[in-house]
Structures are given as C-alpha cells and as structure tokens.
C-alpha cells in the first residue's frame, strides 16, 4: 500500500493533507472500490488540426476527471508498469509511454533494416502505416478486464483497474452546457494517466500472429510492418499476410 514520505520537509496543513489523502487512497486499494464520482467524466470536444468542424469524427473528446481520482491513477500507474516490465508482459517494440523508449527505437530499427537492404542486390522492400481510428474509444471494457486477470498482477491492482473500468459515466460539455450522464461500455478516458498503458495491455497481442518474415514497430496505437522479398509478387504476398494476421 502507500506510505507517507516523512524525507520531504513540509509544512503542518501539508503534512496533515498528505497523511488524509494517504488514508482515502490504502482504503480505496483496500476495498478495491473507486468512489463514483472519481469515475464521472466531463467529456470536452477538441477539434483536430485542419479537419471539418461540420464533422464529429474531427474531435477529440478529452475527458476532465477528478483531480484526486487522477493523482492515485498515477500512482497506479508507475506500479503497473514496474509489474508489466518485471514480467516482461509488453511487447517488445512498443516504444509509446514506456521509459527509456521512444519514437527514435522504432525509427532507428527501421533506418538500419532500410540500410541492410540496400546492400543486397535486387532487394525490394515495403512498409505499411497504420492509424487506427477511435483507437482508445474502441476499448472493450469486459475484454480489457478479462485481459488483466489473465496477467496475474498483485491482486490489489487488478481489483482497482476492474472498479477504475466497470460503471464508468459520463457528460458531454458543449459550450459550457452539460448533456445527459451516459454510461461508459468502452473506451480508455483520454485524460487519465492510465489510459495509453491501458490501451497498450489490450492490444499487447496484436502482433502475436505476425509471420517472422515480418518485423513491426508500435508507438501506442500508431503501427508498422515493414518486408523484403527478391520479387515484386513475393513482397506483395508478404505484405498481405502480415496484414490479415494484424488486423484478425
């Protein structure tokens, strides 16, 4: 559970809030049990760049949490991952919101597989980007719980992700102007902490089925395969099984 740093100097009030705060989140860990209002999104609608505000596909909705629901989120967070990377659980070219990895790992595996085969005479290679639409909206609640429980975690946190997912509720604000609270069956909320890791559990077996002739690289939702063949219709054959085991 959580302790209180008693190595930070701080004040009385700040001491007294830390030691509070402390005491509702072991209770929230303890009973495995998120208080419903931390659970309650206000969703505002962010217009992507150069995109048709006539269309809803061309926003992205930003959901505003609780301030405490988010920062034990956070915490939750750092200790999945120290879990996740001690059992080896993440794929191994997923680069997105990990430590030490980033764009550059992926790109740098592709410049020298690039430069491996130029070297090779009539050579010819392709590669294939993917941008998932709606990719963290598509999250399937009972999938991505089921997911978990799979992954033998502590059970403490398996316990917090099942409540942090399950009954989730939400209003859209247009113009400081709220609709409706709506239930939640899917979808990771873009706006909390957790949701690029929780999204990356769920799609950790994406790349299961990938032929070995095939390498990839992940950065959250955004996808490559890249291949090689001597013939044009041998790589085209290549190009297309990778891609029906990516998207099966």
């Known amino acids: 559970m959580l302790a209180t740093h008693e190595a930070i100097p701080t004040s009385t009030p700040t001491k007294l809030l830390i030691q509070h705060l402390t005491k509702l989140f072991n209770q929230t860990l303890k009973q495995g049990y998120i208080p419903t209002k931390w659970k309650t999104a206000n969703i505002i609608l962010i217009m992507k760049p150069k995109k048709d505000k006539q269309h809803p596909s061309s926003y992205r909705p930003i959901s505003l949490l609780s301030c405490l629901g988010k920062l034990l989120e956070k915490i939750i ?23 030490g990895k980033s764009t550059i790992y992926n790109i740098l595996r592709l410049e020298r597989y690039a430069q491996n085969q130029l070297r090779c005479a009539r050579r010819h290679s392709a ?11 598509s999250v399937w609640h009972d999938g991505l719980i089921y997911k978990l429980n799979d992954l033998r975690l502590s059970k403490y946190i398996t316990n917090y992700l099942t409540s942090f997912l399950k009954n989730r509720t939400a209003s859209i604000e247009i113009e400081n102007v709220l609709s409706r609270q709506f239930n939640l ?3 990771t909320p873009q706006g909390s902490p957790l949701s690029p890791l929780l999204y990356i559990i769920y799609t950790a077996d994406s790349m299961s089925e990938i032929p070995t002739h095939t390498e990839h690289g992940l950065f959250a939702d955004d996808t490559a395969l890249w291949t090689s063949s001597n013939t044009m219709t041998h790589l085209s054959s290549r190009l297309q099984q990778s891609v029906a085991a990516f998207e099966s």
């Not at 750092?78 to 990990?98: S, V």
């Not at 590669?127 to 909206?137: G, T």
């Open 127 to 137: 590669i294939i980007l993917f941008d998932i639409k709606a990719a963290f909206d």
């Open 77 to 99: 967070k750092q200790r999945l991952m120290l879990e996740l990377e001690r059992k080896n659980i993440l794929p191994q070219h997923q680069a997105g919101f990990r430590p």
């Open 185 to 187: 069956k899917s979808g």
